[in-house]
């Protein structure tokens, strides 16, 4: 069963504009991630956030967790074409590293 | 390091047969994950095995079998496959089993089922 529920489901930009997805999820979690596929292919870790953390970055990647609304958002600055591809947000309750998905955002970056 | 080898890459299978997938992870990775993608389902975890013991287990039928080897190299089995069996499966490795543990895939093996 999916965790995450993703928002929106497909986003089409501009190359150098700034794209915003949203994450919802349902239950306590020790951890969200976020993950890139391109193509049906394999995923790439891109952040880790813990659940007492509130923001997080890496490069152009700006993840922020708000535990009281069960809510995430990854926000890619500066887009570029290679940004195309899915966007998965991820959850990890408990102590095991099970990965619960939520349906994925397709993202499209025009140049 | 080389990355998560998983073999082969693409497979075609008729209903009923059974097929084995193989998973190779990171040097020194001692976790492996095995998640199945399908269009209608999304990402779904399969088991974890961590040190040849499975760890955790997903909501798939007895159908779906792993296991693990002493040099963590991994492998799951489908028994009498189903046409909904046909998805894109995907290995994850790390370095230990653990919520914070960072888990690296593998480009996954395509299996259609016909």
């Known amino acids: 069963s999916q965790q995450g529920e993703e928002d929106p489901q497909a986003l089409s930009i501009q190359e150098g504009e700034n794209a915003t997805m949203n994450c919802s999820y349902k239950?306590?979690?020790?951890?969200l991630q976020w993950y890139r596929q391109n193509s049906g292919r394999g995923l790439v870790h891109l952040i880790l956030?813990?659940?007492?953390?509130r923001e997080k970055h890496s490069g152009r990647l700006r993840v922020t967790l708000d535990t009281s609304k069960k809510s995430s958002s990854l926000l890619i600055t500066a887009s570029r074409a290679a940004d195309t591809a899915s966007y998965f947000c991820?959850?990890?309750?408990?102590?095991?590293?099970?990965?619960?998905f939520g349906k994925g955002i397709t993202l499209s970056v025009r140049p | 390091k080389a990355g998560v080898t998983q073999t082969p890459r693409y497979l075609i299978k008729t209903r009923g047969q059974q097929v084995t997938l193989s998973c190779s992870p990171i040097s020194g990775h001692r976790s492996v994950s095995w998640y199945q993608q399908t269009p209608g389902q999304g990402l779904q975890f399969l088991f974890e095995?961590?040190?040849?013991?499975?760890?955790n287990k997903g909501n798939f039928p007895g159908r779906f079998s792993g296991r693990q080897f002493s040099n963590s190299r991994s492998e799951m089995n489908v028994s009498t496959l189903e046409l909904g069996d046909s998805a894109l499966y995907l290995c994850?490795?790390?370095?230990?089993?653990?919520?914070?543990?960072?888990?690296?895939f593998g480009p996954g093996t395509r299996l259609l089922v016909l």
């Open positions: 994850a490795s790390s370095t230990l089993a653990g919520a914070l543990e960072t888990q690296y």
């Open positions: 239950t306590s979690i020790n951890n």
């Open positions: 991820a959850t990890v309750t408990g102590a095991n590293s099970k990965l619960t």
């Open positions: 095995y961590f040190s040849e013991t499975q760890r």
């Open positions: 956030i813990r659940s007492n953390e």
